[in-house]
């Protein structure tokens, strides 16, 4: 397996976490928040309070910063050194005395860390699996570290057809085009990405309320470091609904909760407990 640095240099993987570092500066109690209602408002209240948690490909960390406030026994891996950092931070920064949170480095593809781990109530791997290059085999990974009566929660890119062919082919010149280049293509993108919505609410008399309103409803995150994501996000893999819930309901799994977008782009949500 080649490392995460030759995998960058190569053009061939996205760095992540250079894009979570910068957000890293806008995090806060307010997006702190948002972060603990979006998973208690999918898990409930109490559902996190001394339960084991697993964030598997913890980015910006701040998920688990929000399960370890809410009482949850936590361990944060990622396989990009730079997100492990910015968890390490955050750490610091808000949860200085966790008592109960390890952050360390890992890959979602390497079974034999992954084992060593153990099982968790709540597996929690937003936005993460369809950036390994092998998206169903980190998948079944993953899902093995479920406990019995645990729950699996992941977010995993939406099969449009064609239109996920030209992201994957928009990524990849991303990522191998000189930094000009880049910043070019990602104007060009967030023209296509938010320029409908902004029109929107500038006619409505609006304009930028759901720009800025993003953090409210989009887990806490930040809307351009979102856009950042989403156009340099490579490795890329997408699969539909029923391919996901087949997959898992052949490894004992049954949904409890699913967000679809339906034709868009973007992450179908899924979260399945293990029977």
């Keep these: 397996m080649r490392s995460h640095a030759e995998e960058v240099r190569a053009g061939e993987r996205f760095p992540f976490g250079e894009n979570w570092r910068r957000l ?77 949170w390890r952050i360390e480095r890992g890959s979602v593809l390497d079974a034999e860390y992954l084992a060593r781990l153990g099982t968790f109530d709540v597996v929690y ?3 993460v699996l369809h950036h390994t290059g092998r998206m169903w085999d980190a998948i079944d990974l993953v899902a093995a570290r479920v406990a019995p009566g645990g729950r699996l929660w992941i977010a995993l890119y939406n099969d449009q057809g064609a239109w996920s062919r030209a992201w994957l082919a928009i990524k990849r010149a991303y990522n191998r085009a000189p930094r000009p280049l ?18 929107r609410d500038l006619a409505k008399g609006s304009a930028l309320s ?3 309103g993003y953090a409210r ?9 979102d856009v950042v994501d989403w156009v340099g996000g490579l490795p890329f893999e997408v699969a539909s609904i029923a391919a996901v819930e087949d997959f898992l309901a052949a490894r004992g799994f049954e949904r409890e909760h699913v967000v679809s977008v339906g034709r868009g782009h973007g992450c179908n949500e899924f979260v399945l407990r293990r029977r």
């Design 24 to 100: 890293l500066a806008s995090v806060g109690p307010e997006r702190i928040e948002h972060a603990s209602a979006s998973l208690t408002g999918v898990l409930g209240a109490k559902a996190l309070e001394g339960r084991r948690f697993l964030d598997a490909g913890c980015g910006s960390g701040l998920f688990s910063l929000a399960a370890s406030l809410r009482g949850a026994r936590v361990v944060s891996f990622d396989f990009d050194p730079a997100c492990v950092a910015c968890a390490v931070e955050l750490r610091a920064r808000f949860h200085r005395d966790a008592p109960d």
């Design 125 to 127: 791997s937003w936005g």
């Design 182 to 199: 880049r910043d070019l293509l990602l104007g060009a993108c967030f023209v296509r990405l938010w320029g409908p919505t902004l029109l």
């Design 210 to 212: 759901t720009w800025r």
């Design 217 to 225: 409803t989009g887990r806490g995150m930040s809307p351009w470091r």
